[in-house]
């Protein structure tokens, strides 16, 4: 399995921007489509973004459509998630998750699809 580690969180004010970043390690990155999710006190885990293998295809919640934008470099094995726009309602834990995936177009937006996670890193956003 690939290892995960996400980093790039914090505190930040509403309408500001971050970029959080998910290391993998371990196997081979390009083999994993990737997914970042959110989860905040209280709630479940929810989708926010996914990315193909190839990075051709990308697919958004619509909570962050048109704010955030999934991205990856399968040469620098990382895959990253910009936050622009970030709203108070935004706070929460973050969290990349890898699916071993040949698809150039299926993303899936499902939590069990996912076969590794990373440790999450917090977003705070104040109003």
């Known amino acids: 399995q690939v290892q995960l580690v996400e980093s790039g969180g914090g505190l930040v004010q509403a309408g500001g921007s971050l970029r959080l970043s998910c290391l993998a390690s371990g196997r081979t990155f390009r083999n994993y489509a990737m997914g970042w999710f959110r989860q905040a006190p209280g709630k479940d885990r929810e989708f926010v973004a996914g990315?193909?293998?190839?990075?051709?295809?990308?697919v958004y919640a619509d909570s962050v459509k048109g704010r955030f934008a999934i991205s990856r470099d399968n040469n620098k094995n990382t895959a990253y998630l910009q936050m622009n726009s970030l709203k108070p309602e935004d706070t929460a834990g973050y969290y990349c998750?890898?699916?071993?995936?040949?698809?150039?177009?299926?993303?899936?937006?499902?939590?069990?699809?996912?076969?590794?996670w990373g440790q999450g890193t917090q977003v705070t956003v104040s109003s």
């Open positions: 990315i193909t293998w190839t990075g051709g295809a990308t």
């Open positions: 998750a890898a699916r071993l995936s040949s698809s150039v177009w299926r993303i899936s937006t499902e939590l069990n699809d996912y076969d590794t």
